[in-house]
T-cell receptor, first 114, second 116 residues
Framework: NAGVMQNPRHLVRRRGQEARLRCSPM?????VYWYRQLPEEGLKFMVY????????ESGMPKERFSAEFPKEGPSILRIQQVVRGDSAAYFC????????????FGPGTRLTVL | AQSVTQLDSQVPVFEEAPVELRCNYS??????LFWYVQYPNQGLQLLLK??????LVKGINGFEAEFNKSQTSFHLRKPSVHISDTAEYFC??????????????FGPGTSLSVIP
């Protein structure tokens, strides 16, 4: 059973470009969470999605950031017009339900903005 | 508001010595508690979790944690550490939201360095 997949593992963008981060949850999991980890800091919740629905986006910056989890395909975290402050590791986690199930984490995407 | 505190940002310890990583949480409702480990350049891996029942929880790699409701703590312990335990450790709390899903709040992490 493959784990949570994230790609790319490393992404370099220049200021003003767009970044697209992909997350494929574990088989049978329909709940996806995105977190951001800044250097020397813990994980900060960004958004929680179920298939085709955003359940909680309280941790998402109001501008430039968006997320989706379509009926088919991976979940996408999209950052438009990236700035240097967006440089971080972005982790995706999945769970089989939105209850108190364990969240299983992917290896992360490390975004560097030049 | 719920929060998780990990009092020690860095813990150096000699190989084969015991270690305790501290975690305190604040919540007015019942919680589930987790410890995750993050090895360099990797994602988080679940070490152990407390849902209910016995307050002493055993996890992988010889780690265990004890839930203390009165002190709102969930400290992680290992009686004898190995070099391979060098990693970042995160305590987390799962809290029920009004929208009937559970939100996980992570502590800032404790960096464990095992010295040969």
């Amino acid at each position: 059973n493959a784990g949570v997949m994230q790609n790319p593992r490393h992404l370099v963008r220049r200021r003003g470009q767009e970044a697209r981060l992909r997350c494929s949850p574990m088989k049978g999991h329909s709940h996806v969470y995105w977190y951001r980890q800044l250097p020397e800091e813990g994980l900060k919740f960004m958004v929680y999605l179920q298939k085709e629905n955003i359940i909680d986006e309280s941790g998402m910056p109001k501008e430039r950031f968006s997320a989706e989890f379509p009926k088919e395909g991976p979940s996408i975290l999209r950052i438009q017009q990236v700035v240097r402050g967006d440089s971080a590791a972005y982790f995706c986690a999945s769970s089989p339900s939105g209850g108190r199930d364990t969240q299983y984490f992917g290896p992360g995407t490390r975004l560097t903005v030049l | 508001a719920q929060s998780v505190t990990q009092l020690d940002s860095q813990v150096p310890v000699f190989e084969e010595a015991p270690v305790e990583l501290r975690c305190n949480y604040s919540s007015s409702v019942s919680v589930y508690l987790f410890w995750y480990v993050q090895y360099p350049n990797q994602g988080l891996q679940l070490l152990l979790k407390y849902l209910s029942g016995s307050t002493l929880v055993k996890g992988i790699n010889g780690f265990e944690a004890e839930f203390n409701k009165s002190q709102t703590s969930f400290h992680l312990r290992k009686p004898s550490v190995h070099i391979s335990d060098t990693a970042e450790y995160f305590c987390a709390v799962s809290v029920s939201m009004k929208t009937s899903y559970d939100k996980v709040i992570f502590g800032p992490g404790t960096s464990l360095s095992v010295i040969p």
